[in-house]
């Protein structure tokens, strides 16, 4: 049973376009989001996260939006760079363990 | 600063040979501290966890197990690697803030 799950398996953007990645989840016990970053050969990086208290959080060109009713957020990559190019992992937590569910990840392409 | 570290970077193991990798972690005290494996097309599956020393959580069985014999050590080893067994493991560490904090992670190809 997957309980975060990254439907489109990868995407392809033009440089300066908008890059939009959707996750789902279906644990209401979530309360913690999570988005890293991952190139090849290497670990995953901490990209943005955001608390089930709200529903929108902002860093730089990333912004991650959260749909608690509808068990959905998404990460807005805006404007796209060929350097955004990487695998993106969402990520959940209920808090209460110190255990992170992961969605099997999508592969952004930016093409110049 | 908290670091994390991780080896070897790659390896190449046959089949039914043991396996050892070390993780250890820099900068922090008590970690909680995981073990990762990405296979292809199956994104990050957890393998152990470890709150203390001495205590080991598997969350999947497997052929693989864990010790974690020092506060800031954690190996994840094997004792006959299986074809199935090749895969990129990530040790990492939780920052509650942040999530986790991953190590750079071993290219394990089983032959």
């Known amino acids: 049973d997957q309980q975060v799950k990254q439907n489109s398996p990868s995407l392809s953007v033009q440089e300066g376009r908008i890059s939009i990645l959707n996750c789902d989840y279906t644990?209401?016990?979530?309360?913690?989001f999570l988005w890293y970053k991952k190139y090849p050969a290497e670990g995953p990086t901490f990209l943005i996260s955001?608390?089930?208290?709200?529903d929108k959080n902002e860093d730089g060109r990333f912004t991650v939006f959260l749909n608690k009713s509808a068990k959905h957020l998404s990460l807005h990559i805006v404007p796209s760079q060929p350097g955004d190019s990487a695998v993106y992992f969402c990520?959940?937590?209920?808090?209460?363990?110190?255990?992170?569910?992961f969605g099997i990840g999508t592969k952004l392409q930016v093409i110049p | 600063s908290q670091t994390i570290h991780q080896w070897p970077a790659t390896l190449v193991q046959p089949v039914g040979s043991p396996l050892s990798l070390e993780c250890t972690v820099e900068?922090?005290?008590?970690?909680?501290l995981y073990w990762y494996r990405q296979a292809a097309g199956r994104g990050l599956q957890l393998l152990f966890y470890?709150?203390?020393?001495?205590?080991i959580s598997s969350e999947v069985p497997q052929n693989l197990s864990a010790s974690r014999p020092q506060d800031r050590q954690f190996i994840l080893s094997s004792k006959k690697l299986l074809l199935s067994d090749s895969g990129f493991y990530l040790c990492?560490?939780?920052?509650?803030?942040?999530?986790?904090?991953f190590g750079s992670g071993t290219r394990l190809t089983v032959v």
């Open positions: 990492a560490w939780r920052d509650r803030g942040y999530g986790y904090t």
């Open positions: 990520a959940a937590d209920t808090g209460g363990y110190q255990k992170v569910t």
């Open positions: 644990n209401s016990m979530f309360d913690y």
């Open positions: 955001i608390s089930s208290i709200k």
């Open positions: 900068g922090t005290s008590n970690p909680n």
């Open positions: 470890s709150v203390g020393i001495g205590q």
